[in-house]
């Protein structure tokens, strides 16, 4: 599937429903609210983006308790999770995605290695996460998850609500 089509479909679907999402970035550094704008009149659906890479910014501006922080590290499931439902209460939005994880090449520990991606995304119906590990470099681990942050999405919308899978 080309990446465009994904955001696309996000596009159409979000139009069409009238709904506004907005993404809580780590280790994609920007990539997915970049590729959601690149689509002409993505101001329709799209508010904005949260870049927080460290733990402060991860506390301060999405909400993210230390204590999650602390016990399960800023890559896991928990985190995400509150990294989804923080972006989208902060910038009040309907749906709120997040992404964290170890692009590499250094970083990984042997319960997670580099590759290691976690991915919340968060509603008033719930929260769900989706677990990968990549196996590529550090660009393509970025972009493996750009494109796994945009499918969660696409699958949202189009009415899949088992999103979890580990």
């Not at 709904?19 to 690149?38: D, M, P, Y």
């Not at 499931?77 to 990294?83: C, D, G």
């Not at 923080?86 to 170890?102: E, M, P």
């Not at 998850?145 to 189009?158: C, I, R």
């Amino acid at each position: 599937m080309k990446s465009e089509s994904l955001e696309i479909k996000i596009a159409e679907a979000l139009i069409e429903r009238g709904q506004k999402v907005v993404f809580a970035e780590s280790c994609t550094g920007g990539l997915v609210g970049h590729r959601i704008t690149n689509i002409p009149g993505s101001s329709e659906y799209y508010l904005g983006s949260i870049t927080a890479y460290a733990y402060e910014a991860k506390v301060h501006w999405l909400d993210v308790s230390w204590d999650t922080l602390e016990e399960h590290g800023a890559v896991s499931r928990e985190v995400v999770l509150e990294m989804a439902q923080g972006v989208r209460k902060a910038l009040k939005a309907d749906i709120g995605l997040s992404v964290s994880g170890i692009a590499g090449p250094g970083g990984g520990m042997p319960e997670k290695p580099v590759g290691t991606i976690w991915i919340g995304l968060a509603t008033a119906e719930g929260s769900w996460a989706r677990h990968f590990c990549w196996d590529g470099d550090r660009i393509q681990n970025k972009n493996y998850s750009a494109d796994a942050v945009l499918q969660m999405l696409l699958d949202y919308l189009e009415g899949e609500r088992e999103l979890d899978r580990e």
